[in-house]
């Protein structure tokens, strides 16, 4: 029950990153997050699924949203006489739902701040009815120097289609929390409610 708190006092609501595991009625409660900075490892190739069948309606609406016109994307008679022959989803739509998909595995709860997206590449068109599947590598890790208890790491996402080509790449550096940082943090925090 949203905003309701559990006879030791531990919220329901929130962050599931904010929480440490508790006893819940005689059973162990294991809230889903990302990855900490220190949990994650270099060249693991990590595969987010379930992969995302994207729809004629994803693109109009994620095209319209976002004010982009272009007729790639909205017109289907126009697309008809274009060299792919057909209407091609829209590529930020692409990109964000690549990104997307790795949260929940990678970053739910233990990143700070994404810092940047580089070395953006869409090598091969993804159509309504494909299905797009992505995994991550982690290509680089560092702690910083100027935010103790945080990290810098680079991400390398690769989207593919249902028989494996390769739709989207892109680079991502994000700031995340080492789990001892975001756990001290979280308790000092508490401490002042």
């Known amino acids: 029950m949203t905003g309701s708190n559990h006879a030791d006092g531990n919220p329901t609501d929130g962050n599931p990153a904010d929480r440490k595991p508790t006893e819940d009625g005689g059973r162990r409660v294991i809230e ?19 992969g995302r069948t994207v729809t004629e309606t994803d693109n109009v609406l ?5 004010m982009n016109t272009q007729a790639l994307h909205l017109d289907a008679a126009w697309s ?17 739902t690549m990104v997307g998909q790795s949260v929940t595995q990678l970053t739910q709860g233990t ?20 299905t797009l599947y992505t995994e991550t590598v982690v290509t680089g890790r560092r702690l910083s120097a100027s935010r103790p208890g945080q990290g810098i790491v680079t991400l390398e996402h690769t989207g ?30 508490n401490v002042g409610e």
């Open 32 to 50: 889903q997050r990302g990855l900490y900075f220190d949990e994650l490892e270099d060249g693991l190739v990590y595969a987010h699924r379930p």
């Open 62 to 66: 994620f095209s319209t949203l976002t």
């Open 80 to 96: 008809a006489g274009q060299p792919f022959g057909q209407r091609l989803m829209n590529s930020m739509f692409t990109l964000a």
């Open 111 to 130: 990143i700070i701040a994404q810092l940047g997206l580089t070395d953006v590449a869409f090598p091969h068109p993804l159509y309504h009815g494909d």
């Open 160 to 189: 593919r289609n249902q028989d494996g080509a390769v739709v989207a790449r892109a680079t991502r550096s994000c700031l995340m929390w080492t789990r001892e940082a975001h756990q001290n943090a979280q308790s000092s925090q």
